[in-house]
């Protein structure tokens, strides 16, 4: 059974869901319009400082979308695997262009966080004992069709911590993978 939420109404019916046809601009006006998604298996390990520090290596953590339509809203989502020295000390944060996404841009503030690593073990265990950390939020950016959007999984501490992502900080336990995705919600 599929539920369709149309403003205040719903309907319900079963069957498959279809669509044909290319988004175009005279057929975007409600919906989701497309979905980037990343899969990130690469493991290391790095400093994550009292200011934002981009997550991993590169462009790791790093996510692009093209909008369809203009004035669009983004779902971004970024899930973590890994494992931090103090965990409790540390914030994620979605930035889009260097800037914090849903903080009103607050930088200064090292311990404003959108998640944290979610603890799997309370006692002082930094070596095989994982955390996940997940984060989803709702970006209104006033996109412009065609024109590219990147957004950055970044953490910071208030006081400069270690991070394994990918991996516990002791090889031979848990490995994982981490994931970005954004989705693209016609305004």
Known sequence: MVTKVNGNSTSTFGGAISTSGAVTGSNVGSGILQVVNKVISTQGSQTIGTTDTQIG?????????????????????????????????????????????????ATALNRFGLSIATLSYHSADNA??????????????GSTS??????TLVASGSIARVMWTNRTFTAGYEIGISELMIMEVAA
Do not use: C
Not at 60 to 69: M, Q, Y
Not at 128 to 141: F, R
Not at 146 to 151: F, L, Q, S, V, W
């Open 128 to 141: 095989s004992t994982p955390e996940v950390m997940h984060v989803q939020t709702v970006d209104s950016t």
């Open 146 to 151: 065609g024109t590219a959007i990147t957004y």
């Open 57 to 105: 290596t590169g462009t790791d953590f790093d996510i692009s979308i093209t909008p369809k339509g203009n004035g669009s809203k983004f779902i971004v989502s970024a899930r973590w695997f890994g494992e931090l020295a103090g965990p409790h000390d540390v914030v994620f944060n979605i930035q889009r262009g260097g800037v914090r996404i849903n903080t009103d841009g």
